[in-house]
């Protein structure tokens, strides 16, 4: 049996299937920081600074062009919050937010030491 690749090493599909809520709380595990509330996973990012703030949106912005799957965010001074659902899975949550989430994390986590 292969084991399930690491998050961050998946790609989104084009059509993503609404996970079930064990499958949910699985993988939200996978995914430090983040939170499901009404079908929405979401996050609020704190970085030091404005510039920092706009290079993570920006960062997070290619994320999600590379992958197709395009998050919704509201942005601050020093803080990002990000929001991912797959409209075609119904407005569901599917694989690609918390594949988006991960990938989102390691972006945060290279920032902060960079």
Known sequence: MNP????????????GVALDGAAIATLLHEVPGWSVADNV????FTLPDYRDTIAFVNAVATLAEHEDHHPDMTVGYSTCRVSWTTHSAGSALSDNDFICAAKANA?????ETA
């Open 41 to 44: 996973l979401a996050r609020t």
């Open 107 to 111: 972006l945060y986590l290279n920032q």
């Open 4 to 15: 399930t690749p690491p998050l961050t090493s998946r790609h989104c599909t084009r059509q």
